[in-house]
């Protein structure tokens, strides 16, 4: 059980995040319910233990992106509900049904072939309507109160289809996450969006959950939390953007872990990795590690840096496929098996998601979610191995 193929390895710490979830509980309302996003495969943490340990906590609500997701979900968080915020062919209304999983609907041609597969399998679908405030994705139209009027009417009619039942109404925010500039258009999706419910309620109809906030806006604007909010990079302790980490502090789940696997000298002039684009200029010594961009290790990190008990050791050449190399020049205590920590904490310094985000000029999700499925997740709790996913078994 504790053991498995130390190559390159993720760490997922579970005490982390039962922590975070915890410090998030205390800044959401006591009467608005947690959808954890585990899409994704849980930004790369991985699903199974992630959901298990949200059900422990008492999380409420699960959003996953598809239906593939949702039913691995639903595998592991036995009745909690969940809801699919992508699409799902109409033709699954029964997989949907009989599954406890409720679907987003966006449009009235969606909603009605959704209806008429429920009604063929004689099943009845828990759907949740998505508004279009200002994000231009998915939803019902409602950028402008009065020229996107009309799309109560379609919310009103779709209310009314048989075999649907709408239990949920919600709008994404484009710009939460940003600076002050972002306020403004917050703000605004919001009144636009009790807008529209309010319009509903006037033609008697209304919603059990009603839901805007993403991981920023639970944060920075608790009077938009509503029936429930939707957390996702924060549960996992990275932030959405730098300013969201004054208002609640919380600790990285996931840190990338590699191993040393030769050591050797070589002379002054050395070209080092495809291209030969860096050359030695002096005798240095190289160590090779196996991580590279197929275990979603980017190339473009090349001339980054990666730590060995604390000490950053730069990156000599191009990243491959499967290795790169480190300057080991003069560090003491190196060995071929060494551990290398590729992203998180070592010792006194740490390598975050959102440094390598930043030097690639992305966003830490990106990072997170692109950890490939030979690299096995190694779950921790108490410093000691708890549970491992091994998507390759050998």
Not at 88 to 95: G, K, L, R
Not at 125 to 135: E, F, S, Y
Not at 172 to 177: C, L, P, S, Y
Not at 283 to 296: F, L
């Amino acid at each position: 059980m504790n053991e498995f193929f130390k190559r390159t390895w993720v760490q997922v710490d579970l005490d982390a995040l039962k922590s975070n979830y915890n410090a998030i509980r205390g800044h959401v309302s006591p009467s608005a319910k947690i959808m954890a996003v585990v899409k994704a495969d849980a930004y790369g943490h991985g699903y199974e233990r992630v959901v298990n340990e949200f059900c422990g906590d008492g999380c409420d609500w699960f959003g996953v992106s598809n239906l593939e997701e949702a039913l691995q979900v639903r595998e592991v968080a036995g009745g909690k509900p969940i809801l699919i915020v992508g699409y799902t062919p109409p033709e699954y209304a029964a997989q949907l049904a009989v599954n406890n999983i409720s679907q987003t609907v966006w449009g009235m041609s969606y909603a009605q072939s959704l209806s008429e597969n429920a009604r063929r399998a004689g099943v009845r679908v828990n759907i949740h309507i998505k508004a279009d405030t200002g994000m231009t994705r998915l939803g019902f139209p409602y950028q402008d109160a009065g020229l996107d009027a009309g799309s109560v009417d379609d919310i009103t009619a779709v209310c009314a289809l048989p075999n649907l039942y709408s239990e949920g109404i919600f709008t994404h925010f484009a710009v939460a996450d940003e600076e002050k500039s972002g306020e403004a258009f917050t703000r605004r999706q919001f009144g636009l969006f009790l807008d529209m419910i309010s319009r509903l309620k006037q033609k008697g109809i209304e919603f059990e959950y009603r839901h805007c906030c993403n991981s920023a806006a639970t944060l920075l604007y608790p009077d938009m939390q509503l029936d429930m909010v939707r957390m996702g990079i924060e549960l996992f302790g990275c932030c959405p953007s730098p300013k969201i980490k004054k208002y609640l502090e919380v600790t990285p789940v996931m840190s990338l872990k590699t191993v040393m696997s030769m050591i050797k000298t070589v002379r002054p002039g050395t070209p080092v990795s495809y291209g030969g684009d860096y050359v030695t200029q002096r005798e240095t010594t190289v160590a090779t590690v196996p991580v590279g961009y197929a275990d979603g290790y980017p190339r473009a990190l090349a001339g980054g840096e990666m730590l060995f008990k604390g000490q950053r050791l730069p990156i000599i050449g191009r990243i491959c496929m499967d290795q790169c190399m480190l300057d080991v020049t003069g560090v003491d205590g190196i060995a071929e098996g060494s551990h290398i920590t590729v992203f998180g904490k070592s010792h006194r310094d740490k390598i975050s998601v959102d440094e390598l985000a930043q030097r690639l000029g992305t966003v830490n999700y990106e990072l997170l979610c692109g950890i490939s499925k030979r690299v096995p997740r190694i779950y921790m709790s108490h410093n000691e191995i708890d549970f491992i996913t091994d998507y390759i078994q050998v």
